[in-house]
């Protein structure tokens, strides 16, 4: 994984299974090649996204942008968005996705993500959280 935040995993709902209706994705913060902290973004717009896969791990992550520390981010934010961002509206699934995360309205972060399994345009609204 790059220096800087990045996504390290989603784990989508199995409502069936767990009981649990949240969509949560996971970030890493490194410095050095180290992780120095992580934070849980969580959403209960399970209906939102879609994926053949309950648990996406495994990211090829290339910033755009994002904070240089860790001090940049707030430990908490209930006004999160995480969304797909194309430069043309599209419709299909994809491997190759832009992602953003905006925290209080302003874009916090963006990364070129390729993801295990091929994924629709999404926007998550949800809360994000230090956690440790």
Do not use: C
Not at 15 to 43: L, M, N, Q
Not at 53 to 78: C, F, N, Q, Y
Request: no cysteine; charged share 25%; proline share 6%.
């Amino acid at each position: 994984m790059p220096n800087g935040l990045s996504p390290a995993a989603f784990i989508l709902p199995d409502v069936g299974v767990d009981r649990d209706p949240r969509v949560r994705a996971d970030f890493e913060f490194r410095s050095g090649g180290v992780r120095v902290g992580w934070y849980k973004f969580i959403s209960y717009d399970i209906d939102k996204i879609q994926a053949t896969r309950l648990w996406l791990d495994h990211l090829v992550v290339t910033i755009i942008k994002g904070p240089a520390s860790m001090d940049e981010l707030p430990a908490h934010e209930t006004d999160a968005v995480l969304r797909t961002h194309a430069a043309t509206a599209d419709n299909w699934a994809a491997r190759s996705r832009r992602l953003q995360l905006l925290l209080g309205g302003s874009l916090t972060a963006e990364w070129d993500v390729e993801f295990p399994v091929a994924l629709y345009p999404f926007r998550l609204d949800g809360t994000w959280t230090l956690a440790g």
